[in-house]
């Protein structure tokens, strides 16, 4: 009677632990990624003047006439 093989030496044990695997290597590199390349400091104008309901040129709501 042969001995059995080690689990190492079952094909299915590495399609079942591969992508777990590569999902953890994925993220370090993402993690590497995004430590080593932050984002551009975006920031915009604010608005001078206030914008009274129904008033501006880009409202929702159109004016009441």
Request: hydrophobic residues 50%; proline residues 15%; aromatic residues 10%.
């Amino acid at each position: 009677m042969q001995s059995p093989k080690p689990w190492y030496r079952y094909p299915i044990v590495w399609w079942v632990l591969m992508p777990p695997g590569l999902a953890v290597i994925a993220g370090m590199i993402a993690l590497a990624l995004i430590l080593t390349h932050p984002d551009a400091d975006v920031r915009t104008p604010h608005p001078t003047a206030a914008v009274v309901y129904g008033q501006a040129h880009n409202s929702v709501v159109p004016p009441n006439e």
